[in-house]
T-cell receptor
Framework: AQSVTQPDIHITVSEGASLELRCNYSYGATPYLFWYVQSPGQGLQLLLK??????LVQGIKGFEAEFKRSQSSFNLRKPSVHWSDAAEYFC???????????FGSGTRLQVQP | DAGVIQSPRHEVTEMGQEVTLRCKPISGHDYLFWYRQTMMRGLELLIYFNNNVPIDDSGMPEDRFSAKMPNASFSTLKIQPSEPRDSAVYFC???????????FGPGTRLLVL
């Protein structure tokens, strides 16, 4: 069975600082990987996704993520955080068969002025 | 496009009452997913449909929960009878078979007293 671990429950960064959110997955083959963002009281918005090819993927809002097979990781990064990035971030995995997503527990990002 | 539409956005009910949540997927999407989000269990799949047919209902908690998709533009998730532990945010999402992105609705926040 596939699973996703987001080891950081809560992260606080200063505005303008760089950001890295960690995600580790467990799956027998190469999965489909996603990062979603959820603002308070809102639904989930897709930031980026990885299926195959270039292991560094670019997403919306200046985010990027790198797939590292050897580490079973798919960490999300942003070089300079804006106050509007404060939200909860979810990493998700989907196997090549089952269509549903398995989500991590989420990382809540707080941005200090 | 209007995106995935869910109604109601908020529902407060008393234990034992029937609750019906509604979802309209994005036009042309042939996959529809119901997820539930709680503090204790995070985001988890309840059921998903393909071309109006339930494919995987392994996440449905118990017989009190039922979901239907009578046509391509409408789905319901029903809880009867409701219990306080059903309090959660219920998300509907849809996707198109040749794309991997699931688009989420704004969710229905359910409180069972």
């Amino acid at each position: 069975a596939q699973s996703v671990t987001q080891p950081d429950i809560h992260i606080t960064v200063s505005e303008g600082a760089s950001l890295e959110l960690r995600c580790n997955y467990s799956y027998g083959a190469t999965p489909y990987l996603f990062w979603y963002v959820q603002s308070p009281g809102q639904g989930l918005q897709l930031l980026l996704k990885y299926f195959s090819g270039d292991t560094l993927v670019q997403g919306i809002k200046g985010f990027e993520a790198e797939f590292k097979r050897s580490q079973s990781s798919f960490n999300l990064r942003k070089p300079s955080v804006h106050w509007s990035d404060a939200a909860e971030y979810f990493c998700a995995v989907r196997g090549t068969g089952r269509r549903a997503l398995t989500f991590g527990s989420g990382t809540r990002l707080q941005v200090q002025p | 496009d209007a995106g995935v539409i869910q109604s109601p956005r908020h529902e407060v009910t008393e234990m034992g009452q029937e609750v019906t949540l509604r979802c309209k997927p994005i036009s042309g999407h042939d996959y529809l997913f119901w997820y539930r989000q709680t503090m204790m269990r995070g985001l988890e799949l309840l059921i998903y449909f393909n071309n109006n047919v339930p494919i995987d209902d392994s996440g449905m908690p118990e017989d009190r929960f039922s979901a239907k998709m009578p046509n391509a533009s409408f789905s319901t998730l029903k809880i009867q009878p409701s219990e306080p532990r059903d309090s959660a945010v219920y998300f509907c999402a849809s996707s198109f078979r040749d794309q991997e992105t699931q688009y989420f609705g704004p969710g229905t926040r359910l409180l069972v007293l």
